[in-house]
């Protein structure tokens, strides 16, 4: 670690990140560099295992700050890739690999056998 100095801190208190706080990462992460850190403070129970996941699927590294309760070093990666889909990339029909079942109205439910009158939201 060239330069762990944490750049800005964000306190979370008690905002899991369910309620919101990947919002409030994500605008904090936006003003970083890759390679570069900051500081999270948060009291959510639940905080310890969302935030090392979510740090995992948007490819940032987090760690626990040794020798303090509810605090959390997270490392930028840098700014995600948008993706954004075309109308061309959408399917009409899913691929039966998908694992999906779409309801359509007037067919047979292939698990009960009844036909279905209506679209079921």
Known sequence: MANSTPKQQLDLEDLALHEGATVLLRRTLAQLRAGDWFEVRGDSPQLVEQLAAWCRKEGHHCEPKL?????????????????????????????????????????????????RSKLHR
């Open 67 to 115: 020798g303090v309760a509810g605090v959390y070093r997270i490392q930028s990666a840098g700014l995600a890739p948008s993706i954004a889909t075309s109308r061309i990339q959408v399917s009409e029909t899913a691929d039966p690999t998908w694992g999906v079942a779409p309801r359509w109205p007037g067919r047979t439910c292939w698990r009960t056998g009844n036909r």
